[in-house]
C-alpha cells in the first residue's frame, strides 16, 4: 500500500511558468511533510518542508500548500526555469525521529 | 543543516561479492537511515540503525543480505552482500537533525 502518492509523473513546464506538483497521503500521524529535488547522479537535497500546523510555507519561489482536511500537499514553483528541471519527490514522517516514506517522485522539465 | 558523507560515492562490483558503503555525519545523531533507490525508482527504506543496538530491518531486507553497523553517533556502515545484478542501485544514507531529514549524495553502485 503506498502511502503517499505522487502526481504527475512528468510535467513539462515553461520557462517563468508555474510548475505544481501533488501530493496525497493516508495516515493522519504523519506530521512532517518535506519536498526533495534531486538531480541525476546526486543524493535528494531538502527543498522546503511543513509541518501540519501551517497551511503555507514559502521559501523563494518555491511554496508548499498543506490542505489537513484533505490529506493533500503540493509543490508549487514560481518563475520555472531550466535549472529546476530534475526529479522532485515528496515525503512525509510520524512525529519524532522516525524514516521518510516517499512519494513516486515527479521528473520536471523546464524549457524555453 | 547536518553534513552526510558517503564513501565510495561509485562503485562497480563482480557478482557474489560484498560492498560496505560508509555513512560519516558531521555530528551526533541517534537514528541513521539508510534507503536504496533503484534506477529510475523512488526511495525505499532499507533499515534504521540505532548506537548500540541491532538495526530493525523493512518487509524485504533482510541482515544477512544487509548487514549494518553503528559503532557510535556519528558513523554508520552498509554492507551489501553475495550481490546480483539486481542490487545495483543507489544506496543513500540519511538522518534527522532539529526534526528536518538530509540525505548523502548516495552510493551508486552497479553490479556485473
Known amino acids: 500500500q503506498q502511502q503517499v502518492k505522487q502526481s504527475p509523473q512528468s510535467l513539462i513546464v515553461q520557462k517563468g511558468g508555474i510548475s505544481i506538483i501533488n501530493c496525497a497521503y493516508e495516515?493522519?500521524?504523519?506530521?512532517?511533510f518535506p519536498w526533495y529535488q534531486q538531480f541525476p547522479g546526486k543524493g535528494p537535497a531538502l527543498l522546503i518542508a511543513i509541518r501540519p500546523d501551517v497551511s503555507e510555507k514559502k521559501e523563494g519561489r518555491f511554496t508548499i500548500s498543506f490542505n489537513k482536511s484533505a490529506k493533500q500537499f503540493s509543490l508549487h514553483i514560481m518563475d520555472s526555469q531550466p535549472g529546476d528541471s530534475a526529479t522532485y519527490f515528496c515525503?512525509?514522517?510520524?512525529?519524532?525521529?522516525?524514516?521518510?516514506?516517499f512519494g513516486k517522485g515527479t521528473r520536471l522539465s523546464v524549457i524555453a | 543543516s547536518a553534513v552526510i558523507s558517503q564513501k565510495p560515492s561509485r562503485d562497480i562490483c563482480q557478482r557474489g561479492t560484498s560492498l560496505t558503503i560508509q555513512c560519516q555525519v558531521d555530528?551526533?545523531?541517534?537514528?541513521m537511515f539508510w534507503y536504496r533507490q533503484q534506477p529510475g525508482q523512488s526511495l525505499t527504506l532499507i533499515a534504521t540503525a540505532n548506537q548500540g543496538s541491532e538495526a530493525t530491518y523493512e518487509s524485504g531486507f533482510v541482515i544477512d543480505k544487509f548487514p549494518i553497523s553503528r559503532p557510535n553517533l556519528t558513523f554508520s556502515t552498509l554492507t551489501v552482500s553475495n550481490m546480483s545484478p539486481e542490487d545495483s542501485s543507489i544506496y543513500l544514507c540519511?538522518?534527522?537533525?532539529?526534526?528536518?531529514?538530509?540525505f548523502g549524495q548516495g552510493t551508486r553502485l552497479t553490479v556485473v
Open positions: 555530528s551526533q545523531v541517534t537514528m
Open positions: 540519511s538522518v534527522r537533525e532539529v526534526g528536518e531529514a538530509f
Open positions: 515525503a512525509a514522517s510520524e512525529a519524532g525521529n522516525t524514516p521518510l516514506v
Open positions: 495516515n493522519t500521524a504523519f506530521d512532517y
